[in-house]
């Protein structure tokens, strides 16, 4: 997929909280500060990064829902030949005795974070 025909507006956000949007755009900022398609967050980071929840829940009680909702967000288009959906992260899984979260962005969308630094462009 070419960033030509990627448009914000085919993206699917359904079901995401503010929080989990939040959280969406701070996954691909870390990706592109780095200039790496995996990002780790330990999970201090994700408590401030969802800081209104419920008093009564811990983040180790919402990180299974924040990744499934997550992995759930997607693009649809159509290069012509049928409408084709593809899923932004690829991977997105909790390792409990670290306390992180590691998550991979599908390498169709390398381009939003420009790993390629060949392809980044140099300011005059």
């Given at each position: 997929?070419?960033?030509s025909i990627f448009s914000i507006d085919s993206v699917n956000?359904?079901?995401?909280?503010?929080?989990?949007?939040?959280?969406?755009?701070?996954?691909?900022?870390?990706?592109?500060?780095?200039?790496?398609?995996?990002?780790?967050?330990?999970?201090?980071?994700?408590?401030?990064?969802?800081?209104?929840?419920?008093?009564?829940?811990?983040?180790?009680?919402?990180?299974?829902?924040?990744?499934?909702?997550?992995?759930?967000?997607?693009?649809?288009?159509?290069?012509?030949?049928?409408?084709?959906?593809?899923?932004?992260?690829?991977?997105?899984?909790?390792?409990?005795?670290?306390?992180?979260?590691?998550?991979?962005?599908?390498?169709?969308?390398?381009?939003?974070?420009?790993?390629?630094?060949?392809?980044?462009?140099?300011?005059?």
């Open positions: 997929m070419t960033n956000f359904d079901g995401l909280s503010k929080n989990e949007l939040s959280l969406f755009f701070a996954v691909l900022t870390r990706m592109h500060h780095l200039r790496t398609t995996s990002v780790v967050f330990n999970f201090d980071e994700l408590t401030w990064l969802t800081n209104d929840m419920d008093d009564y829940v811990t983040i180790d009680d919402i990180i299974p829902e924040i990744l499934t909702d997550l992995s759930r967000t997607n693009i649809t288009y159509d290069l012509g030949d049928g409408k084709a959906r593809h899923d932004f992260f690829t991977r997105a899984t909790t390792v409990d005795d670290q306390r992180i979260v590691s998550i991979q962005l599908n390498p169709d969308f390398e381009f939003l974070v420009q790993v390629d630094a060949s392809k980044w462009k140099q300011q005059s």
